[in-house]
């Protein structure tokens, strides 16, 4: 929490069983932040949220990770208007993304809520929306984005060739293509931290 310049966490296995939020960045003033390629777990039933953001203009941008939130806890809380959210897992028991400002930006991101509730929930103070088509139609949000089951198979929260976020992500320079230090294989990214060998 603070201004968080040039700030980079990835590569890391979270889970919090005790607490309101796998990661808090409230307030995040500054930026530019990159969280990337991480697994996060959720599994105290507090009401919490794998991503804790409120107050927090700082640009941030949130690149292939995984979240699988248990219990009562939401995925992203408040995202803001400088937040970037491209090729995430957002496997949540309630919202998704709870409370974004149309004004951030969210593309290839794999959403599953098992109750079948909005996985966009008070858009920009708004709306709620329950598929990613009603989202992607109303607010121009998620051209890649998909809906469903990731199918994890193991702890580690990885997926195989018959999950919808396999070859289903968009290319990212520096992040996923062919350049950087986690090329993609096949057609295209997986969605979330892992790529399928």
């Known amino acids: 929490e603070g201004d968080n310049v040039n700030l980079r966490i990835y590569g ?15 307030p995040h003033l500054a930026g530019p932040a990159y969280v990337f390629r991480n697994v996060f777990r959720v ?25 699988d939130s248990g219990q009562n806890n939401d995925g992203w809380e408040y995202p ?28 290839g991101n794999l959403y599953f809520r098992p109750d079948g509730g909005p996985i966009v929930r008070k858009w920009n103070g708004g709306p709620d929306y329950y598929t990613v088509t009603a989202f992607r139609s109303a607010t121009g949000q998620e051209q890649q984005g998909r809906q469903g089951n990731p199918a994890f198979i193991d702890a580690a929260k990885r997926i195989t060739s018959s999950s919808p976020a396999f070859d289903a992500g968009i290319v990212i320079p520096n992040f996923n293509d062919v350049s950087s230090a986690w090329p993609y294989n096949g057609v295209a990214p997986e969605i979330g931290a892992h790529e399928v060998p």
Do not use: C, R, W
């Open 12 to 26: 890391n296995d979270i889970t919090a069983n005790d607490g309101y939020s796998a990661l808090a960045m409230a």
């Open 43 to 67: 599994t105290a039933g507090y009401g919490g949220y794998a991503f804790k953001l409120e107050s927090s203009p700082g640009f941030t941008f949130y690149i292939h990770n995984t979240i």
């Open 80 to 107: 803001g208007p400088n937040q970037y959210l491209y090729n995430n897992i957002i496997k949540t028991a309630v919202n998704p993304l709870y409370s974004p400002d149309a004004a951030g930006k969210y593309n």
